[in-house]
Nanobody, 127 residues
Framework: QVQLVESGGGLVQAGGSLRLSCAASGRARGSSGMGWFRQAPGKEREFVATINLSGSNTDYADSVKGRFTISRDNAKNTLYLQMNSLKPEDTAVYYC????????????????????WGQGTQVTVSS
C-alpha cells in the first residue's frame, strides 16, 4: 500500500518559488516526525528540513534556512515544503519521509531512522 506521495515539483527560474506536497496514507499518517530530503545528480541524499507532529518544532539545513519553510496539515495528512528564492544548486529530486513514532530531535536529520519514503519529485532550477 502507498504510504507517501510527493507532488509539486517542476522547472522554475532562479529566484522563483515552488511548493511541494507529500500526502500520507496508512501507517504514515500522523507520524511524530516527518522530513524532506533531496538528492542532486551525482551526490548523496541530504537532509533539508524536519518537523514534529504539531508543527511547533522545525529544523533546517543551513543551505535552505531562511528560504524554505516546512509545514504540515494533519487534518489533510499532508506535509509541505515552501521553497522561495530558489537557486540552481537546489536542483534535485526531493523526497519526503515519515517516522511514525519516536521523540522529535536532531536525529531526524538522519535518513536511516525513517520508516517510510515517497518516490520523489524532481525540482529543476534554471539560471
Amino acid at each position: 500500500q502507498v504510504q507517501l506521495v510527493e507532488s509539486g515539483g517542476g522547472l522554475v527560474q532562479a529566484g522563483g518559488s515552488l511548493r511541494l506536497s507529500c500526502a500520507a496514507s496508512g501507517r504514515a499518517r500522523g507520524s511524530s516526525g516527518m522530513g524532506w530530503f533531496r538528492q542532486a545528480p551525482g551526490k548523496e541524499r541530504e537532509f533539508v528540513a524536519t518537523i514534529n507532529l504539531s508543527g511547533s518544532n522545525t529544523d533546517y539545513a543551513d543551505s535552505v534556512k531562511g528560504r524554505f519553510t516546512i509545514s504540515r496539515d494533519n487534518a489533510k495528512n499532508t506535509l509541505y515544503l515552501q521553497m522561495n528564492s530558489l537557486k540552481p544548486e537546489d536542483t534535485a529530486v526531493y523526497y519526503c519521509a515519515a517516522r511514525p513514532r519516536g521523540p522529535y530531535s536532531s536525529i531526524l536529520r538522519t535518513e536511516g531512522i525513517y520508516d517510510y519514503w515517497g518516490q520523489g519529485t524532481q525540482v529543476t532550477v534554471s539560471s
